[in-house]
């Protein structure tokens, strides 16, 4: 059984669960027992399900008002909207806090790229700075106009690989 059959089948069995509860408790204080329906559908991956979980809770809580009738106190009606109230701010800030959570996994996966990216770009100087060594090592065995030749090109490659540090904040002063 898919995951989301689960919890829905799960959250109607609570829904079914607190409705009659709530038709039993003409006060209207077990509406507030709703928000343990929001708290489920939390559970899923869903961005909307605790959106449609709040609706249904929220006609619940009128057709309990309706099932009360004219026997409603204010103290009843104020029950009832107290409990949407917590339902629907329950909802709001879930779904704030899974965009949250969606904008720090995004974040966190650019600033993994941005490593690797650093990385590579270390390593590919290493091996630079590694064939200009390589290359100040035989310069050192030769003593020609070939090895002022060879100095030269070590110094403009160093100059070259000390720009690509500057560029990349690397060095920075």
Not at 16 to 30: N, W
Not at 71 to 84: C, D, K, Q, T, V
Request: with cysteine.
């Amino acid at each position: 059984m898919h995951a989301n059959t689960k919890l829905s089948l799960a959250s109607f069995l609570v829904a079914g669960g607190i409705f009659a509860i709530d038709l039993h408790t003409p006060s209207g204080l077990a509406t507030i027992l709703y928000v343990i329906l929001i708290w489920l559908s939390l559970l899923s991956k869903d961005a909307i399900f605790p959106v449609w979980s709040a609706l249904i809770c929220t006609v619940l809580i009128f057709i309990g008002y309706a099932y009360v009738g004219e026997n409603a106190s204010w103290g009843i009606i104020g029950n009832r909207i107290f409990a949407l109230i917590i339902v629907w701010l329950s909802v709001a800030l879930s779904v704030q806090s899974k965009e949250v959570e969606r904008e720090l996994r995004q974040l966190n996966e650019t600033l993994e790229l941005k490593v690797l990216a650093r990385t590579i770009s270390s390593e590919n100087r290493a091996i630079m700075l590694e064939k200009q060594i390589k290359i100040l090592e035989g310069i050192r065995q030769q003593k020609t106009e070939e090895a002022f030749k060879n100095i030269d090109e070590v110094i403009d490659n160093l100059r070259n690989i000390k720009i690509l540090f500057d560029d990349e904040g690397v060095n920075e002063q």
